[in-house]
């Protein structure tokens, strides 16, 4: 009897289990402008300044028992804001970013690994100034079911955070600082990025 | 030459004034600074508890007088949070530190030179002001 008992435990558990590990696609910039965020600090003796942008677009599928995930994010060059507009022009500029040509910076994952908790290392291709090169970085994705919290913020099914911040040069990517800049704009820059997916539409 | 000795006193005088007046000039900016990151409040953040979407990875030492600006809650590593949307919406520039001792050192460096140019002068046209006179005397 008790060995009976343990198996129909056994067998609910596991389709409770399968149930809840459907892995869903989750997407960013569908929802309120707010819930998406994206920085890129730059740091000198001058000063630290951050660019940002909430435009950020792209899609995500995780699953939140066997971590598995993949996807990918992009945002719009022109989105990008520091608070200064003449800096903003220069940014934008074909001396700089030229988002005339590269109207876009990409990121696609090619693997992730669960590291532990909600930490993950994603390994992915970064797309900047149109030069695209492979970089692995440390994320964390923070899963939440649908609830009344989560459709009073906004959302629609469940809901994804997903947080990284890695540097990267952009020499590498063929963005050369002009030297009456080299005070103010610091060849390597910091990039955050807070995303938010919803898995419904 | 009596101008060229006004202009060079004069110019000492003020390039003088202005090495001077960055020292205290930085005590005072130094003594408002508030060791603080940038942060947006927002509906999305605070469901996963969160006080909001930080901007700044690191804290910084920023000059901001408006208490309003500052939020209730602090960082994980108990610094303080600095409302973005305040500041964007009451148009007040996030001003580090870092900017102002960086151009007081500017300012520092600029005067300096400029007070020693100035003294320079000041002591060569002194220095050639006798043997004119005595030769005008002549």
């Known amino acids: 009897m008790k060995l009976t008992n343990a198996i129909a435990a056994a067998a609910l558990l596991t389709l409770a289990v399968g149930a809840t590990a459907a892995e869903q696609t989750y997407n960013i910039g569908g929802g309120k402008k707010s819930q998406q965020i994206a920085t890129v600090e730059s740091a000198t003796d001058f000063e630290t300044f951050i660019g940002r942008t909430d435009s950020l677009k792209g899609s995500l599928k995780f699953d939140p028992v066997t971590h598995k995930a993949s996807g990918n994010i992009s945002l719009e060059v022109k989105s990008i804001k520091t608070g200064i507009e003449l800096r903003d022009e220069h940014m934008r500029s074909p001396m700089w970013l030229d988002a005339e040509k590269h109207k876009t910076i990409d990121f696609k994952t090619t693997k992730i690994k669960h590291v532990k908790g909600n930490s993950y290392k994603v390994t992915g291709k970064f797309t900047l100034h149109g030069v695209t090169k492979s970089i692995t970085v440390d994320a964390t994705i923070k899963h939440l079911a649908e609830s009344a919290k989560t459709k009073g913020a906004g959302f629609k ?24 800049a080299a005070a103010k704009v610091s060849d390597t820059v910091k990039i955050a990025i807070t995303a938010y997916g919803q898995s419904g539409k | 030459m009596k101008h060229l000795k006004t202009l060079l006193f004069v110019g000492a005088i003020l390039s003088g004034f202005f090495l001077f007046a960055a020292f205290p000039a930085q005590s ?43 939020l209730e809650e602090e960082s994980e590593a108990g610094h303080k949070l ?57």
């Open chain 1, 157 to 180: 099914g469940d809901v994804l955070q997903v947080k990284s911040t890695f540097k990267i040069k952009m020499s590498d990517y063929g963005v050369k600082i002009p030297d009456m």
């Open chain 2, 28 to 70: 005072v900016f130094s003594s408002k600074a508030v060791l603080a990151q940038r942060v947006l409040p927002s509906e999305e953040a605070a469901l996963f508890g969160d006080a909001g979407d930080l901007l700044d990875s690191e804290p910084k030492l920023y000059i901001i007088s408006d208490a309003a600006a500052f």
């Open chain 2, 82 to 138: 600095i409302d973005q949307a305040y500041l964007e919406a009451n148009g007040i520039y996030p001003l580090q530190l870092q900017t102002v001792l960086f151009t007081l050192g500017q300012i520092k460096l600029g005067s300096g030179i400029t007070l020693m140019l100035m003294l320079t002068g000041l002591w060569l046209v002194r220095r050639k002001g006798p043997p004119l006179a005595s030769a005008k005397a002549a």
